[in-house]
């Protein structure tokens, strides 16, 4: 069965399995003896052959065959009427050289795009073809391809927006052309409808409507007050007074002292203050989590109908090896409570391509549903 390997057996009681190309033994082939058993009646069932009296001569083999059906297979013949069968297979492979019943008669393999190399055992002929399973996704590719090379990633998004056919592919698109960006952050904040030119306009307008001590100004403090914290001031106290302003609900002057009062009584005076107004004035945990960077609890406690202004906090106050893993997390939190959509376009800020290719392959799934039915 080959033309490089043989066996022999002989008097000295050894099976040999030889390499004939160096004329060198690969290795023994083991003569097991199999030990007698007792039957039924007691009497050792090996008896009757004499197996427990052989002798090694007895043992000795004197005929050995390559299997016809199975390769790499020996079966060989002994002295003492046992038949044993050996598989060569581990061992045909030690002299770094295979048989050639362990090479395959032809093989294939697939590669990218399609394409296929074959070769069979008759010519020593490499064939590649290319097999197109689907023609359109060829298209598509071809088309893409073709795109880069005349446009760059920018352009190409925004006219792949242009011929969205839903509102969630444009809004995905738009997504990505931000992505690509010299100031991506900033452009991001622009896209989610956050004119940082508009606002400014709209607070300066309305700061000249005002008039001076409208709502919300520093309430008058009584006289005892004012006498407690003087005189706690003038051994400073910055602790007793930052107290007295808190109970007189003068919130400002709370918060002037206590900038003068040290580090610590500066972060547990900013704490006692949004305990007190963050209900009152919800923006005031915007300032916390900024203050605190506290974004992660922010994003945890976020509306999910909101999101838009979530992210742009995000883009905003983020700091840049935090804002992927924010993003994420924002997602998250719009995918549990089923805006998936809303979910993709914070994984694609957060330039997750895991997380995306998950939602788009559920998308597809989907629409081949809708197809199957």
Not at 64 to 82: H, N, V, Y
Not at 288 to 309: C, M, R, T, Y
């Amino acid at each position: 069965m080959s033309y490089c390997y043989h066996y022999s057996c002989g008097k000295d009681n050894k099976t040999i399995l030889w390499d004939l190309l160096s004329l060198r033994p690969i290795a023994e082939i083991p003569n097991d003896v199999i030990q007698p058993t007792e039957d039924m009646n007691g009497s050792q069932s090996g008896a009757m052959f004499g197996v427990s009296g052989l002798g090694s001569a007895q043992q000795m083999r004197y005929d050995i065959q390559w299997s016809p059906m199975k390769r790499g297979l020996l079966a060989t013949s002994s002295l003492d009427r046992k038949v044993q069968i050996h598989s060569v297979i581990g061992l045909a492979t030690k002299c770094g050289r295979p048989p050639k019943w362990m090479k395959p008669s032809s093989s294939v393999a697939c590669g990218y795009g399609g394409a296929v190399v074959s070769c069979g055992n008759i010519d020593k002929i490499v064939r590649v073809k290319t097999v197109v399973e689907q023609p359109a996704l060829v298209n598509v590719s071809t088309a893409f391809e073709a795109d880069m090379e005349s446009t760059n990633v920018a352009e190409f998004c925004v006219k792949r927006a242009s011929i969205a056919s839903t509102t969630e592919e444009k809004q995905t698109w738009g997504f990505m052309k931000v992505i690509f960006a010299d100031n991506a952050r900033q452009e991001l904040v622009q896209h989610l409808g956050f004119d940082a030119d508009s606002i400014s306009k709209a607070a300066s307008e309305y700061t000249e409507k005002a008039p001076n001590g409208a709502a919300g100004s520093t309430p008058a403090m009584t006289k005892a007050a004012e006498v407690v914290v003087q005189k706690a001031l003038l051994v400073g106290n910055f602790e007793a007074a930052v107290e007295c302003c808190f109970r007189a609900g003068n919130f400002a002057d709370a918060l002037m002292l206590a900038s003068c009062g040290g580090g610590d009584l500066w972060t547990k005076t900013q704490q006692r203050y949004f305990e007190c107004e963050t209900h009152k004035r919800p923006f005031l945990s915007i300032v916390q989590a900024v203050i605190g960077n506290q974004l992660e609890s922010l994003v945890s406690s976020s509306d999910p109908a909101k999101w838009q202004e979530s992210l742009a906090l995000l883009s905003t106050y983020g700091q840049s090896n935090e804002f992927p893993n924010l993003c994420i997390s924002l997602g998250d939190r719009l995918a549990s409570a089923g805006d998936h959509h809303s979910a993709n376009l914070c994984y694609l800020c957060s330039l997750s391509l895991e997380h995306c290719v998950k939602h788009w392959l559920a998308q597809l799934e989907a629409a081949n549903q809708v197809c199957l039915f």
